[in-house]
């Protein structure tokens, strides 16, 4: 093999680990959009197929993870390539954990059961709009090796975080003025704990999507634990 045909192939199979890593962003988005629209509808099938469909993320993410490290071992990539390679390993990473977070909304859902009409808290809905469009974003910065839109996504976490400390003092308002809230303000600080934390997984991929196009690491400020 020539060493323009190598450089080829190396290429080819990179694309190959870039659309792989696409398909598995597409299910993680698609993950967190069912989880939050099944409770929107009270809909506990819709939550359970949320569950089902787990295995497919985690399979990805092990396809994903074998085919960098071959890439890594036999191609010994340098400079940009390589953190091309190891944050798309990291990054898939990240959506497997978006995926483990939506199956937590999914099953808070089934656990709210008949409750959940009674749950609406307008908050939690402002946070599941942030934390898809945070992931969205970051995942198009991604594609389109783009830091300044990647900075973007990390400022917005702010917001989320703040969204958080309100649904937390609202929902413990509501407990401490009427019992009946307890059950379900249980789930829904579950709920908005999980998506706090997928904005979050946005933000580290949009951090990631800075390195790897500038080499620079920037890192998201420390917060404070509600």
Do not use: C
């Not at 993680?28 to 497919?56: L, T, Y």
């Not at 944050?87 to 808070?108: C, F, P, Q, W, Y």
Request: without cysteine; proline residues 3%; glycine residues 4%.
């Amino acid at each position: 093999m020539t060493a323009g045909t190598q450089g080829r192939h190396f290429h080819e199979e990179l694309a190959e680990l870039r659309s792989a890593l696409l398909k598995m962003s597409g299910l993680a988005e698609d993950q967190v959009a069912r989880a939050f629209d099944s409770m929107i509808s009270a809909d506990v099938e819709q939550a359970q197929e949320v569950v089902d469909r787990d295995e497919e993320v985690d399979e990805l993410e092990l396809k994903l993870d074998k085919a960098a490290h071959e890439l890594l071992a036999l191609q010994q990539p340098m400079a940009r390539d390589l953190r091309a390679i190891t944050m798309t390993m990291k990054i898939s990473n990240d959506l497997e954990r978006v995926g483990d977070h939506a199956v937590s909304i999914a099953r808070a859902v089934q656990r709210m059961g008949e409750l959940l009409p009674f749950a609406r808290t307008p908050e939690i809905a402002e946070m599941a709009r942030l934390a898809r469009q945070m992931l969205s974003e970051s995942l198009d910065a991604f594609v389109s090796a783009d830091p300044a839109q990647a900075r973007r996504v990390v400022q917005s976490d702010h917001q989320v975080d703040r969204l958080y400390n309100s649904v937390f003092r609202i929902l413990l308002t509501h407990m401490m003025e009427d019992p009946r809230w307890i059950g379900p303000a249980m789930s829904l600080l579950l709920v908005s704990r999980n998506l706090e934390r997928i904005a979050d997984l946005a933000t580290n991929i949009a951090e990631d999507v800075v390195f790897m196009v500038e080499g620079v690491v920037i890192k998201h400020p420390a917060k404070s634990e509600a």
